[in-house]
């Protein structure tokens, strides 16, 4: 089994910076890609990057330019810059490997205004 902790949330004014970090532990046979996904209150989750274990990356619209998706080891630890943060960015943020796990419990991100 795969467990997920996220970390490196928490809180910042509009325009900060925050680098947010996925341990992945367990039995780790095969990760395709790490993704990261956020969840604003009463929202959906939504996909927020993705790097493959060949580091190609992709970056949701809203996020494109502002976040950088980023990794050493894709089997140990994956890392999201948040850069020029805005107030639409506070969510819970979580991680998952593709294929995909149990959810961790994710890390909070809010932007304050």
């Known amino acids: 089994q795969v467990q997920l902790v996220e970390s490196g949330g928490g809180l910042v004014q509009a325009g900060g910076s925050l680098r947010l970090s996925c341990a992945a532990s367990g039995s780790i046979s095969s990760i395709n890609a790490m993704v990261w996904y956020r969840q604003a209150p009463g929202k959906q989750r939504e996909w927020v990057a993705t790097i493959t274990s060949g580091g190609s990356t992709g970056y949701a619209d809203s996020v494109k330019g502002r976040f950088t998706i980023s990794t050493r080891n894709i089997k140990t630890t994956v890392y999201l810059q948040l850069n020029s943060l805005k107030p639409e960015d506070t969510a819970v943020y979580y991680c998952?490997?593709?294929?995909?796990?149990?959810w961790g419990q994710g890390t909070q991100v809010t932007v304050s205004s």
């Open positions: 998952n490997t593709v294929p995909a796990v149990a």
